[in-house]
């Protein structure tokens, strides 16, 4: 799920980018909490979806560094 959500991500596809994730969370992929950091989902930060996805997971927003 999580690499559909990746293929996704590269044609700017938001819908499909939050079912995938969704889709991962529910499926317990261990490597999911990294789309806080990963560039491909930089689009994304904005969506509620997206800041519900990453608050469901206990992780803080994301920060640009200075």
Request: charged share 30%; no cysteine.
């Amino acid at each position: 799920a999580l690499t559909l959500a990746n293929d996704y991500a590269m044609i700017s596809k938001r819908e499909e980018v939050l079912h995938w994730l969704e889709v991962a969370f529910e499926k317990r992929n261990t490597t999911l909490p990294r789309i806080n950091n990963s560039p491909e989902f930089e689009f994304m930060r904005s969506e509620p979806g997206f800041k519900a996805l990453i608050k469901k997971m206990g992780l803080s927003d994301y920060q640009i560094p200075e």
